[in-house]
């Protein structure tokens, strides 16, 4: 057996090692985008759950909405979201446009739920 043919060279430990940890940044780099973006989805999904509470309590309350706007604040899941409110007449004297935005985070997409509900 020739002495070449024993091993690697430096070089080629060199390049491998190159290799393996540009793979190694690319796959860390992966699970922080992973994380973050599971994190907005379960924000998300909070934050939908919350805007329909509000709505449930807009369609069942006795009295009609006020038309305008109106804002406040509400504690779920162990956080506050912080909701808007805006009401409006439609066509239809018999029905009013509520639209409620929710916020939970800083950095956060707001969650947005429009409905219609009936003036009695």
Do not use: C, Y
Not at 3 to 23: D, H, I, Y
Not at 65 to 80: A, H, K, M, T, Y
Not at 99 to 110: C, E, F, I, K, N
């Amino acid at each position: 057996m020739d002495k070449r043919e024993q091993g690697f060279t430096l070089l080629e430990m060199l390049v491998a090692l190159a290799v393996f940890s540009l793979a190694a940044l690319a796959l860390v780099r992966l699970q922080g985008v992973t994380l973050h973006t599971a994190a907005d989805l379960d924000s998300k999904a909070m934050g939908q759950i919350v805007a329909r509470n509000l709505m449930v309590e807009v369609q069942t309350d006795p009295a009609p909405p006020s038309l305008g706007s109106g804002q406040g604040e509400v504690e779920n899941g162990g956080r506050r979201w912080h909701w808007t409110r805006e009401v409006k007449a439609t066509d239809d004297k018999r029905l009013l446009q509520v639209s409620l935005t929710v916020d939970g985070q800083p950095g956060a997409s707001p969650v947005v739920l429009n409905f219609v509900r009936v003036v009695q």
